[in-house]
């Protein structure tokens, strides 16, 4: 026999829908988040940033001879 105090399937997919839609949201946010630390780790490593570094030629030489 069936018991009759169950809920039906509209309320539980009702509130189902409200957690879905923050963890679709949340996970574009932390994509978005983790997407612009890539970014901004990449130009750290860009060669623009990074100091000049001043190198003689004969330093090549001795180490090719």
């Known amino acids: 026999m069936l018991t009759s105090n169950k809920l039906p399937i509209g309320i539980l997919l009702s509130l189902s829908t409200a957690p879905l839609l923050l963890v679709l949201i949340g996970s574009r946010a932390l994509a978005k988040m983790v997407q612009d630390m890539g970014q901004t780790s990449e130009e750290v490593f ?17 180490k090719n001879g």
Do not use: M
């Open 46 to 62: 860009r060669g623009e940033r990074l100091p000049v570094l001043k190198i003689s030629p004969s330093h090549f030489d001795n």
